[in-house]
């Protein structure tokens, strides 16, 4: 078809884009669209179709499948929850005076001279200076809390690895995790290589279990506006009766009621450091050593000291994963600036990087010397893939002729050529392009020509009104949401055939 042309793609893209401007100016973007009457009006996106976990899968094709697209969905609505708990402990005030954060303004004394017709003098005049590192001191929260999850996961790993290993447990009952840990477990997955290493020694049954992305799906919010992630009371209550970690990483360091240890301890944290522009930081002689008999801590505040030891100590895989989570943000940031998860296409999108994945596996095959690198929808499939070790394992060394591992070390200098390596055996193999625009606009139009090719329809016109009307619709959608407007616009897309 004449849209299929890069060309006129290309154009139709300019025009969406100005269109897009022209909605963002507006002072109301509701009034292109009815509103809701109530907030069970408000339109449903993502599109709960996007999680078919209910579709069996035979005995066979669970053990060595692609990834699904409900379990790339999540994976985009777990990234879209890591992002909100980054976003909220950094910008967090309640962690400021619980880290001892604080503005330490200092007054000084300065001449100033001041002049009386022919006469002058000098005068002392308080003027009181701001702190400069108050803002420095704020970004030292994050990296505790990535210590801290990292001790948690360790923790969790270890009694998970105790649990299952006993015959009476059933092996398909792992219940999520808190995010944190989720967190760290999903960096840690994305290092497939570093991951197999502890298969025969610590982590002998993570290794074989999946992902657990439907009940995952089940723990996010989606459709608020910061992806919360609150687990079932279940979850939390097994959580705790097998750790006695706090289910709540983040909500236990903000609660009021913590004893005077533990809060005396952490409010050494962000105290301005001397010698430093910047905090002193927590450190490993800070933690007390507290006996068990001590009735002025709870059972979860012993253990969140033990966290503390491990997390500060110098053990080298605590710093390991911290740095794996540190690098998987880039990966996020990414995803919310495509935010496929809320765009009309979001299905075409993520079925047609499942297709492009399993292409780009080929290719390691067929040049097993190249270094490939893949797209961020391919991409996207591929981490989502990795996340479920045993079925990465056995699908990879099938349709790629060997186990691949995901090095996400590797810098612009040695990723740029190998990209464009890449692209040109792509388009030789497959002969497609390896390269496209992945934003709404395309993706929208892309999976107009799908469907509409698949019915018979030749309009052109026809074709791109519908696929621009979709994608102002969901723009004015997630827009309205972005500001917090509880009822969101309702618009009849069918409307467009009349």
């Not at 709540?248 to 301890?265: Q, Y």
């Not at 002193?280 to 033990?306: C, M, Q, T, Y």
């Not at 999108?349 to 292409?359: A, F, M, P, V, W």
Request: some cysteine; glycine content about 4%; aromatic content about 10%.
């Amino acid at each position: 078809m004449a849209l299929s042309i890069d060309y006129n793609q290309t154009r139709l893209h300019q025009c969406s884009k100005q269109a897009f401007g022209r909605q963002l100016a507006q002072s109301d973007l509701q009034r292109t669209f009815k509103q809701a009457l109530s907030s069970s009006d408000n339109p449903t996106i993502p599109d709960p179709s996007l999680f078919g976990f209910h579709i069996e899968i035979s005995e066979k094709d669970g053990q060595n499948k692609l990834p699904t697209l409900a379990e790339c969905a999540t994976h985009l609505e777990l990234l879209q929850a890591f992002r909100h708990i980054r976003t909220q402990i950094q910008s967090s005030t309640r962690l400021d005076d619980v880290f001892g954060i604080k503005p330490e303004t200092r007054t000084v004394y300065r001449k100033r001279r001041v002049y009386q017709g022919y006469r002058s003098s000098w005068v002392r005049e308080e003027v009181k200076l701001g702190d400069n590192t108050f803002e420095k001191r704020r970004e030292v929260k994050w990296p505790l809390y990535l210590k801290l999850a990292a001790a948690r996961f360790l923790s969790w790993a270890a009694v998970v690895e105790e649990v299952f290993s006993q015959p009476s447990t059933p092996t398909h009952s792992l219940r999520v995790p808190p995010i944190d840990i989720l967190m760290v477990w999903h960096a840690f997955l994305l290092n497939p290589k570093w991951f197999r290493s502890f298969k025969q020694t610590k982590f002998k049954y993570l290794s074989t279990v999946p992902f657990p992305w439907n009940q995952i799906h089940a723990a996010i919010n989606s459709d608020s506006r910061n992806w919360l992630f609150e687990l079932s009371k279940e979850d939390q209550a097994w959580f705790q009766e097998k750790t006695g970690l706090h289910p709540d990483l983040l909500g236990f360091l903000i609660k009021a009621n913590k004893s005077l240890v533990v809060s005396n301890c952490l409010a050494i944290h962000g105290i301005k450091s001397r010698h430093l522009n910047g905090s002193r930081g927590l450190r490993l002689g800070d933690i007390p050593e507290v006996s068990i008999g001590d009735n002025s801590l709870e059972a979860a505040e012993f253990k969140f000291l033990d966290s503390c030891r491990l997390a500060l100590g110098s053990d080298d895989t605590v710093k390991s994963l911290v740095e794996a989570v540190e690098r998987q943000s880039a990966f996020a940031d990414k995803m919310e600036k495509q935010l496929w998860i809320r765009s009309p296409a979001a299905a075409g999108t993520l079925s047609r990087g499942i297709i492009r994945y399993e292409r780009f596996l080929k290719l390691f095959k067929l040049y097993p010397k190249k270094m490939l690198v893949p797209t961020l929808d391919i991409d996207l499939v591929w981490h989502t893939h990795q996340c479920s070790p045993t079925q990465y394992s056995l699908v990879t060394t099938e349709i790629a002729g060997r186990f691949i591992d995901h090095n996400d070390r590797l810098g612009t200098v040695a990723l740029n050529p190998a990209f464009e390596d890449t692209k040109a055996l792509y388009r030789i193999r497959f002969a497609e392009e390896y390269q496209t625009c992945l934003c709404w606009d395309c993706e929208a139009l892309r999976s107009a020509i799908v469907t509409e090719d698949d019915n018979g329809q030749k309009d052109v016109a026809s074709i791109a009104h519908k696929a621009n009307s979709k994608v102002a619709y969901y723009r004015a959608v997630e827009m309205a949401r972005q500001r917090g407007y509880e009822l969101l616009p309702v618009y009849n897309l069918l409307e467009d055939d009349e």
